[in-house]
């Protein structure tokens, strides 16, 4: 059985960082890229970043150069490193995985999800 369990979320001031935690169990890792979502009250679920197995990394525009996407395989663990944090950044965070070489396009290729870790930043 797989299991996506994230952590690191919280509550943080405008400009401070966060360091967002997801762990996966139950597939091999290493074979699949995995990502983080955000979903931030009466929006729609939106693709934040992705890392390949290869490490191949996609970023939303909104994030770039702020948030910083990596994998420790040895750990099955994927991390969002997420800096100079925005009001707008305020989300539920979600990690998820698709048995893809690529970053896909489409959040219905990602087969695990978990059940997010929440995103608060204060203006």
């Known amino acids: 059985q797989v299991q996506v369990v994230e952590s690191g979320g919280g509550l943080v001031q405008a400009g401070g960082s966060l360091r967002l935690s997801c762990t996966v169990s139950?597939?091999?890792?290493?074979?699949?890229?995995v990502g983080w979502f955000r979903q931030a009250p009466g929006k729609e679920r939106e693709r934040v970043s992705c890392?390949?197995?290869?490490?191949?990394?996609y970023y939303a525009d909104s994030v770039k150069g702020r948030f910083t996407i990596s994998r420790d395989n040895a750990k099955n663990t994927l991390y969002l490193q997420m800096n100079s944090l925005k009001f707008e950044d305020t989300a539920m965070y979600y990690c998820?995985?698709?048995?893809?070489?690529?970053?896909?396009?489409?959040?219905?290729?990602?087969?695990?999800w978990g059940q997010g870790t929440q995103v608060i930043v204060s203006s």
């Open positions: 139950g597939l091999t890792f290493g074979d699949h890229t």
């Open positions: 890392i390949t197995w290869s490490g191949g990394t």
């Open positions: 998820a995985a698709a048995a893809y070489s690529i970053c896909p396009t489409s959040q219905s290729a990602y087969k695990y």
